[in-house]
């Protein structure tokens, strides 16, 4: 398994969970890290993704202000911070990874080849 998603659970609405992408990928720093959610009956939807290095982040309308994605290149972890849940947020997140240098409103729109399995997060009203 080179992407495991961990950290997520049921929260009430307001919460807040801490998302974590474990990745065996080598040269993990040379990838983009991505963050996507799949609500029941809905199709998967960008999230958040930040480039190679951390400086730069992209967020969708739904997580600007709320989310936040960061990485540890040290670690090869991806972490995505959810503050002010809501029921709406609940889905289940992917987190995924490629090997790319591009940074901004693309990150959002790329196919990312590699994908770990997701981890429920639930926000009760």
């Known amino acids: 398994v080179q992407l495991q998603a961990s950290g997520g659970g049921l929260v009430q609405a307001g919460g807040s969970l801490r998302l974590s992408c474990a990745s065996s990928l080598p040269t993990f720093s040379e990838y983009a890290g991505g963050w996507f959610r799949e609500a029941p009956g809905k199709e998967r939807k960008f999230v958040a993704a930040?480039?190679?290095?951390?400086?730069?982040?992209y967020y969708a309308d739904s997580a600007k202000g709320r989310f936040s994605v960061t990485r540890d290149n040290g670690k090869n972890t991806v972490h995505l911070q959810m503050n002010n849940l809501e029921p709406e947020d609940t889905a289940i997140y992917y987190c995924?990874?490629?090997?790319?240098?591009?940074?901004?409103?693309?990150?959002?729109?790329?196919?990312?080849?590699?994908w770990g399995r997701g981890t429920q997060v639930t926000v009760s009203s």
């Open positions: 930040i480039n190679w290095n951390g400086v730069c982040t």
């Open positions: 995924a990874m490629i090997r790319t240098r591009v940074c901004g409103p693309a990150m959002s729109k790329m196919i990312y080849p590699n």
